[in-house]
């Protein structure tokens, strides 16, 4: 009598697509390149705090317009690397046979994080434009959309994203042990960063999780490309 079986694991398939080593390099350039530049072109200048007053970011407008714009032009080039990192990382992982619902949280994760950032350089965008620096609360309202898109808001789905590729290669040994449980620990202190919205404290928790995601990014890209 015939049975059908009902894998768990698909065909093993030979992987088509961008190196998501490489596209999150590009990604992580674009991204610390606003920041250089902005630093660069405001004479060392500090990022104004959205907790601030609207002071500091009036005279940073008066001063360096062009700091800020150059910012937010390089951070909108950079969603589109995480964008492609995602789909790539994803993509790779499924053509070595895993086929489970965390990837496809992942790769919600990663392109929602991927959009965030974009909206969140558009409003920086929009805050260089004429008159705007001249309403405080309008000033101020999109000085603290720009951080909640492009912190929060961010954050959140791009732990998903790392959540969902490091388990996977973990349990499969896809990757070097480190780089899947920095995945995970990132993942959960990105999660945790939502209580931000409640205690102001928990937003020092963004800049940990961004900047160590970057050798995140880099080191999976690259480690999940030596699996054939």
């Known amino acids: 009598m015939n049975t059908t079986t009902h894998p768990t694991i698909s065909s093993v398939e030979k992987y088509r697509g961008p190196h998501p080593g490489i596209t999150a390099t590009i990604y992580v350039l ?6 250089l530049f902005f630093s660069l072109l405001s004479n060392g200048s500090a990022f104004p705090s959205p907790f601030t007053g609207t002071r500091n970011i009036q005279q940073l407008l008066a001063d360096f317009p062009w700091a800020l714009k150059i910012n937010a032009f390089l951070q909108f080039g950079a969603a589109i690397p995480l964008g492609l990192f995602t789909a790539a990382v994803v993509t790779k992982i499924k053509t070595l046979g895993v086929n489970a619902a965390g990837l496809n949280i992942a790769l919600f994760g990663g392109i929602t994080a991927s959009v965030w950032v974009s909206i969140s350089s558009l409003l920086t965008w929009l805050i260089c434009q004429p008159g705007i620096a001249d309403q405080p609360g309008t000033l101020q309202a999109f000085r603290l959309l720009s951080f909640a898109t ?6 959140l789905p791009l732990g998903l994203l790392m959540a969902g590729v490091s388990v996977p290669c973990l349990l499969l040994k896809y990757c070097p042990a480190w780089i899947a449980w920095l995945g995970m620990v990132l993942a959960v ?12 404290q928990a937003f020092l928790l963004l800049p940990v999780v961004r900047f160590l995601s970057y050798i995140w990014m880099i080191a999976i890209g690259f480690a999940l490309m030596k699996n054939k």
């Open 150 to 155: 492009g912190g929060i808001a961010h954050m």
């Open 30 to 35: 674009l991204f610390v390149a606003s920041l």
């Open 189 to 200: 202190l990105a999660e945790l960063s939502i209580f931000g919205l409640v205690f102001q």
